[in-house]
């Protein structure tokens, strides 16, 4: 079984628990762990993969809590730091009637993860390096650090696996350099993994095939385009097509993309040579299949490493 670490922020969501409600109206909040990258390691440790989380926390409770949070779901923490000083980052997040949500960020610690933090010799154990956070990209040093942490996954032949991420709170008024930096991500990245809507700003192409050509004609192996519940558009050098997803009833999307971009990761873990992967059409249908059922199957309840599935509830639908 290969090696997965997932770069990025660890974060506290504080979730409204007021019904259909913005964030100005709400009163009452729960504190859940999230961020990105910590999803995706958890829903990669559910699913048998080795997982490895490579952050920056406060030296805080709220730190503290999510480094325990990390290690129930079985997953290595080696990789986190903890910044004496600067509090760990919080998320304030509100939901509407549809699961659409209402969110705000307070950032903190996450964004001073720097070069000098990793350790190569952890590094040289990893196989796959998955990149997906919202916040890596926006400044320095975090910025550095991603970077240069994708140049030597791509120098060093690991898998590397990109997710943009993008929220539009986050990068009002520089959506030229936040394309700019994904297509640097996307030069450097074996699969890339974005949303209908990212793709169109990316690319400037609302078409699926064309998006995805132009994803790849930046160096990308495999592009994943989620579909939301009419599934995943996938495509390779070799073929390209949509998998279908399943219907539920969302309560909150929270980390659906997260869990795909991590089902799919646990899958590819289990393959010695990638490019059999690439190669075999059916293999990579069946692991986005399963991917899309994981991230579906999140939906249906709140919050994003909670709401994690487990086989058994994969697989009702799968034999479905």
């Not at 259909?20 to 990258?37: D, R, S, Y």
């Not at 996954?153 to 959506?175: A, C, E, I, M, T």
Request: charged share 20%; glycine share 8%; hydrophobic share 40%.
């Amino acid at each position: 079984m290969n090696k997965v670490a997932c770069i990025g922020e660890l974060l506290i969501d504080f979730f409204c628990q007021d019904i259909n409600v913005t964030l100005m109206e709400g009163k009452h909040f729960i504190k859940q762990a999230g961020g990105a990258p910590a999803n995706v390691c958890s829903v990669v440790s559910a699913f048998g993969g080795e997982a490895y989380f490579g952050g920056k926390v406060g030296d805080d409770a709220f730190g503290h809590f999510l480094e325990a949070t990390l290690r129930e779901q079985g997953v290595h923490t080696k990789m986190l730091k903890k910044d004496p000083h600067h509090h760990t980052t919080f998320a304030f997040v509100s939901l509407d009637s549809t699961g659409e949500r209402d969110f705000t960020f307070a950032r903190g610690a996450d964004q001073y993860y720097s070069v000098s933090d990793i350790d190569e010799n952890q590094l040289e154990e990893i196989n796959i390096l998955h990149f997906g956070s919202a916040t890596a990209l926006l400044s320095d040093p975090f910025r550095k650090t991603y970077l240069a942490l994708m140049e030597y996954g791509h120098k060093q032949n690991k898998f590397v696996s990109f997710d943009p991420n993008y929220r539009d709170d986050l990068w009002r008024g520089k959506k030229t350099s936040f394309i700019a930096w994904v297509k640097q991500c996307c030069e450097k990245a074996n699969l890339v993994k974005v949303s209908e809507e990212e793709l169109a700003l990316i690319t400037s192409q609302s078409d699926l095939s064309r998006g995805a050509n132009a994803i790849h004609q930046l160096g990308a192996e495999i592009v994943m385009v989620t579909l939301g519940e009419k599934g995943t558009y996938v495509s390779t050098q070799n073929f390209n097509r949509i998998v279908k997803s399943i219907n539920i009833k969302s309560i909150d999307s929270t980390g659906a993309g997260d869990a795909f971009i991590g089902a799919l990761l646990s899958q590819l873990a289990k393959e010695s040579y990638y490019s059999e992967v690439l190669m075999n059409e059916q293999l990579l249908v069946d692991y986005v299949m399963f991917s899309n059922v994981v991230a579906a199957l999140v939906c249906t309840k709140l919050g994003g490493i909670d709401s994690i599935p487990t086989y058994d509830d994969v697989n009702q639908y799968l034999r479905k």
